[in-house]
């Protein structure tokens, strides 16, 4: 593994059913964050990690959730998936939450349909 | 609230000199970053500006004015690979990113 990977790369899902988002990365960086990105619109934050065991709610959290059981990993889940989840997911990881620059995954492209 | 604003799209020549501009309004400042992201793939770090001045690294360049909370980003001796959007993002006072929707960069030959 280089940087950050994503999995899967992309994914057709039906209305409520569960999915999870896979992350992982290995440069040791403390923070994590999950974004989606949405055609006009900036990317914006779901949830984020500042480190191992903690994580806090972004500005669009709502039917998702988080976990950080290790520094490399960081997983996210749509418990009952929505049409208005599709869109495509970064992953990105930073040495801490200061003012150190965000490596980002290569994205996972989620439709619900 | 917060927003940051960018035009959405721009349009310059092969070795010509472009300026892509960003306001910005958000609950606390601790830098400002520039990401380039080209059509289906991730965005990637261009620079990061903290304090008020100009950032010179290659043909990029990046400016920030805390005071009038205005950033731009200049390219130089544009090339097709440059074609691309560029991302604005501010680190508020809780350390966490807030995003332009991006400006849209065409190359024409």
């Known amino acids: 593994i280089a940087g950050i990977t994503q999995a899967p790369t992309s994914q057709i899902l039906a209305a409520g059913r569960r999915m999870t988002l896979r992350c992982t990365q290995d440069?040791?960086?403390?923070?994590m964050y999950w974004y989606r990105q949405d055609l006009g619109l900036g990317l914006r934050l779901i949830h984020y990690?500042?480190?191992?065991?903690?994580?806090g709610k972004g500005e669009v959290p709502d039917g998702y959730s988080v976990s950080r059981a290790n520094t490399d990993d960081f997983p996210l889940t749509l418990a009952s998936a929505v049409p208005s989840q599709t869109s495509v997911y970064f992953c990105?990881?930073?040495?801490?939450?200061?003012?150190?620059?965000?490596?980002f995954g290569p994205g996972t492209r989620l439709t619900v349909l | 609230g917060q927003n940051i604003d960018q035009p959405t799209e721009m349009t310059a020549t092969e070795g010509a000199i472009v300026q892509i501009n960003c306001t910005y309004q958000?609950?606390?400042?601790?830098?400002l970053f520039w990401y380039q992201q080209h059509a289906g793939e991730a965005p990637t770090f261009l620079s990061y500006n903290v304090l008020d001045g100009l950032e010179e690294k290659g043909r990029f360049s990046s400016f920030l004015s805390r005071s009038k909370g205005y950033s731009y980003l200049l390219l130089k001796e544009l090339q097709m690979k440059d074609s691309a959007s560029y991302l604005c993002a501010v680190l508020d006072s809780n350390y966490q990113l807030i995003w332009g929707a991006g400006t849209k960069l065409i190359i024409k030959p």
């Open positions: 990105a990881s930073s040495a801490d939450e200061g003012g150190n620059e965000q490596f």
């Open positions: 958000t609950s606390g400042f601790n830098g």
């Open positions: 990690s500042n480190t191992a065991g903690t994580t």
């Open positions: 440069m040791r960086h403390n923070a």
